[in-house]
C-alpha cells in the first residue's frame, strides 16, 4: 500500500457518563447548547467538566495503529477539527 489516509476522531477517546443527545459540531451546539448545559450543570451545583474523562483507550492505541499501518519518517501530518479535511486531501 504506498498511499493511504488515516483520519481519526479523537472524541473518541472521550467518555462521557451522561447522555448529551447530539453531538454535532456546529455554531449552534458548540455555543448555544453547550453554554446551557454549562449553566443547568453548574445550577445543580455540579461541575460540567468532571462528567467528561480521557478513555484509557488512548494508552494503547498508536501501538494498535502500529500493527497496520507503517509511517515514514517525513510523513505529511494534518490536525483538523473535521474529517472534512481528509476528504479534500483524498481528492
Same mark, same amino acid.
Given at each position: 500500500?504506498?498511499?493511504?489516509?488515516?483520519?481519526? &476522531?479523537?472524541? /473518541?477517546?472521550? +467518555?462521557? !457518563?451522561?447522555?448529551?443527545?447530539?453531538?454535532?459540531?456546529? =455554531?449552534?451546539?458548540? %455555543? &448555544?447548547?453547550? /453554554?446551557?448545559? +454549562?449553566? !443547568?450543570?453548574?445550577?445543580?451545583?455540579?461541575?460540567?467538566? =468532571?462528567?467528561?474523562? %480521557?478513555?484509557?483507550?488512548?494508552?494503547?492505541?498508536?501501538?494498535?495503529?502500529?500493527?497496520?499501518?507503517?509511517?515514514?519518517?517525513?510523513?505529511?501530518?494534518?490536525?483538523?477539527?473535521?474529517?472534512?479535511?481528509?476528504?479534500?486531501?483524498?481528492?
Amino acid at each position: 500500500m504506498e498511499k493511504c489516509l488515516l483520519s481519526i &476522531d479523537w472524541d /473518541y477517546f472521550i +467518555y462521557t !457518563q451522561d447522555s448529551w443527545g447530539s453531538y454535532l459540531e456546529n =455554531k449552534k451546539s458548540l %455555543l &448555544d447548547l453547550w /453554554y446551557k448545559r +454549562y449553566i !443547568q450543570t453548574k445550577a445543580r451545583g455540579e461541575d460540567i467538566r =468532571k462528567t467528561f474523562q %480521557l478513555s484509557s483507550e488512548w494508552e494503547v492505541f498508536w501501538n494498535k495503529i502500529k500493527e497496520h499501518f507503517q509511517f515514514v519518517n517525513d510523513i505529511k501530518v494534518y490536525v483538523s477539527d473535521s474529517h472534512a479535511l481528509s476528504y479534500e486531501i483524498a481528492k
